[in-house]
């Protein structure tokens, strides 16, 4: 396919599994969570919505471009038009 873009993939997914990890770690604290965790709460809100902004900005940067240019019944499953 696009063998160039193999190194921002792989960036991506291991991305994809850190965030999933952070939402992991943040349900169990909401679950845990008692009245003095407020400021515990917000400091984990502020490093999710750091890495989710860092991860879009590239995703955004590396792969739009291609995205626009690909035929959209190549991005199907199976390449079906």
Same mark, same amino acid.
Not at 8 to 31: D, K, P, Q
Not at 35 to 51: Q, S, V
């Given at each position: 396919?696009?063998?160039?873009?193999?190194?921002?993939?792989?960036?991506?997914?291991?991305?994809?599994?850190?965030?999933?990890?952070?939402?992991? $770690?943040?349900?169990? &604290?909401?679950? /845990?969570?008692?009245?003095? +965790?407020?400021?515990? !709460? *917000?400091?984990?809100?502020? @490093?999710?919505?750091?890495?989710l902004?860092?991860?879009?900005?590239y $995703?955004?940067?590396? &792969?739009?471009? /291609?995205?626009?240019?690909? +035929?959209?019944?190549? !991005? *199907?499953?199976g390449?079906? @038009?």
């Amino acid at each position: 396919m696009r063998p160039e873009l193999a190194p921002v993939l792989e960036r991506l997914h291991r991305e994809h599994g850190a965030v999933a990890a952070a939402l992991t $770690e943040l349900r169990a &604290l909401l679950a /845990t969570v008692e009245p003095g +965790d407020a400021t515990r !709460l *917000r400091t984990e809100f502020d @490093r999710l919505a750091t890495e989710l902004e860092t991860h879009f900005n590239y $995703e955004e940067d590396t &792969l739009v471009e /291609t995205l626009n240019a690909a +035929d959209p019944a190549a !991005l *199907r499953p199976g390449g079906q @038009r």
